[in-house]
């Protein structure tokens, strides 16, 4: 053991370390994204150990992403016919095109929710950017959605070889728009989750308010159809993040055609200031972590 | 496992200041393992420079935000008057420098705040009053195996505590087998963490946290895990690290640890220092105060009339 290399010294400089002194809010964010960035490897072996606790834990392991998104089909298939009596052509695949990212967005959201106070008695004996904690599990939330297009894959071959068309192709830019809406969400809740322990519990039914107030089973037309004569309705819903990202799915998976690419674009830009501004938060909160917990 | 030191090569380091170490006795110590002698004390002459500065430390906590909080509880308490302290100081006007070479035992009661002042030292905790300057490479041993994912191997949790560590991938991988020989685990080494006993996590926890060579080792009540033959390999390790280190800070409540290890010693009561300097003397006053605690304790015990007191419920 005496033989062992010197540890690397990475040039620490003397840190006085006091409250007296805080970076700008800039060199807060710029620092928070610095860490995300130099803990790669930290991040990555965190994704890999949740995707083996997540498949090691279950009968058929994986098998269950694939099937999972087309069991939750079949049942609103099921309901929305009975209901409704007069479902979209093709519902089965309208359906599937926004039960798939919106079970990433929730499993996302509710993993992060716990990602920071799960890691308890680490923090307090290891000094570390806890940012990696929310944005490991933002990114183990994609393996859910990419097994997710497997079924994808077998109901449009199987069933709809009709609707294939190159815009599939742009699958991957809707989904990165959302990622950044995740990872914006992911961050912030895990924070604010340390100081509010029932969080968790908040925004499991706030999600699932937001999924009927979104444009998942009807379509955005059906609404704009209600709001002919107020505007307010067709504009609040415009508002919605998953309106835009439902459509822009369905669009490129369903109708064949582009996404919304102005709104699109948009929301790029609001997420990527959620992202900003969540990463302030997050490193302002981070010092009372080891305190709280 | 441990490759023989020469005496004094520690101190090569430093240009002249140090006198060479004295050759370690062959002595047989309370716990029935070689003893060493603490490293010598620097000559306070020479001008060495400070590893760990504290100025006027103080850590506050605030019970409000610590209790189980919840957005509940939050919304019932705005309509209603809250009593009791608002806040805690765990420390408060903590001041002490360490030079390079100089060994602190920090001994107390329970609940003084010896944690506390080894979780700022490392990092983990941020100064509310005051503030700590640390030169060099911190090693924290504060808990062992802290980090460990159950559902990985011990190799895995290896990689996975040296990510968390911030070494190199390549740094890891060289230190990946004395890691693994130290840790002896056998073949339990590829099966979940899971499967070990509170013994065996301790000794791969013990092997990755000493693992690293600290310019500053940090070490929490962490001495006396594992089975007898791996405390002989532990303590060897240690008096390793001790010497070869710049500066330690170990908490302790085994006052052989304290004579034997550290150069210098601090008690700490209820967040304030009250005694810093040699050994000896600051356990001497340690021994005392607890010594009338114990009487003051007996006497409360012959008021009640030879009954202890009740807990309260
Ligand atoms: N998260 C926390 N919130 C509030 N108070 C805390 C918290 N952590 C520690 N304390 C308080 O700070 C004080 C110092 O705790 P600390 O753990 O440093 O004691 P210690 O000296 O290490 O004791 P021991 O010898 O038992 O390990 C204690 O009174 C404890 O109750
Ligand atoms: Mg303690």
Known sequence: MASLPKASQKATPPAYRSTSERPSTVGLVAEGFREIASRRRLIRYLVQADMKKKGANTVLGNVWWVIDPLMLMIVYVVLVTVITQRPQPDYPLFIFSAILPWKWFTSTVSDAVTSVTGQERLIKQLHFPKLVLPVASTFSGVTSFVFGLIPLGLLLVLFYSDRITPYLLLIPVVAFVQLVLSMGLAIGVSAVNVFYRDLGNAIRHFLRLWFYLSPALYSAEQISSLGVDDPTITFLFGLNPFTILFESYRNVIYAGTPPMWGPLLALLAVSVAITCLATWGFKRLEPAFAKVL | ?313
């Open chain 2, 1 to 313: 496992m441990t490759a023989p030191t020469t005496p004094g090569a520690a101190e090569a380091g430093t240009p002249g200041a140090v006198p060479p170490a004295p050759t370690r006795p062959e002595a047989v110590g309370f716990d029935g393992l070689p003893t060493a002698t603490p490293p010598p004390a620097p000559d306070p002459a020479a001008d060495l420079p400070s590893v760990i500065e504290v100025r006027d430390l103080g850590i506050r906590y605030s019970l409000r935000l610590t209790r189980k909080n919840t957005l509940r509880n939050t919304f019932i308490n705005m309509f209603r008057k809250r009593e009791g302290p608002k806040e805690f100081w765990a420390l408060r006007h903590v001041d002490f420098d360490l030079v390079q070479g100089q060994s602190l035992a920090v001994i107390g009661p329970n609940g003084a705040g010896k944690s506390t002042l080894l979780q700022v030292l490392a990092g983990i905790l941020t100064p509310s009053e005051g503030g700590v300057i640390v030169r060099g490479q911190v090693s924290s041993l504060l808990t062992l195996g802290a980090g460990f994912d159950q559902d990985l191997t011990g190799r895995e949790n290896i990689l996975l505590a040296g990510a968390f560590l911030g070494m190199d991938h390549r740094e890891v991988l060289d230190r990946l087998e004395p890691i693994i020989e130290f840790a002896d685990l056998g073949e339990f080494i590829d099966a979940p963490i899971k499967t070990y006993s509170s013994g065996m996590r301790a000794r791969l926890g013990f092997s990755i946290a000493t693992s690293v060579d600290p310019d500053v080792l940090l070490l929490d009540e962490v001495l006396a895990t594992g089975d007898a033959i791996f405390r002989a390999k532990s303590k060897a390790r240690i008096l390793e690290l001790v010497r070869s280190a710049k500066a330690i800070v170990l908490v302790t409540h085994d006052m052989g640890w304290v004579t034997e290890f550290c150069n210098r010693a601090m008690l700490i009561e209820k967040g304030a220092v009250i005694a810093n300097g040699e050994p000896a003397d600051v356990v001497a006053i340690h021994l005392e105060h607890a010594e009338e605690a114990k009487r003051a304790k007996l006497e409360q015990i012959r008021r009640y009339g030879g009954e202890a007191p009740k807990l309260a419920r």
